[in-house]
């Protein structure tokens, strides 16, 4: 897996950098066809504190991409939200594959 996380107005720490690979570690576990990881890690000038952090990442699968965003009020807080949702999006989209390949038309 290639991890590649961009920011904006937020220095990348290693402390924020080994919690997103700890829980995408979980993510990928379920589908093992990825190819590349894109995580944009920002904080925008929101009114509402809630929304400042902002935290979105994108996985590349052979002939997909899952995408997925989250805001909250704390940064690592919003990166497992946005890796939550990935990880419906994945068990979601693997169960797609596996039973499509798995239909036969039968013709009686």
Known sequence: MNLKI???HVEIT??????LEDKLARVLSHFDQVQTVSAILAINNEKEKELRNHAEITIHLKGKDIFAEAHHADMYHAMDLVVDKLDRQIIKHKEKVQNHHHQTIKNT
């Open 14 to 19: 290693p402390a924020m950098r080994s919690h």
């Open 6 to 8: 961009t920011s904006h």
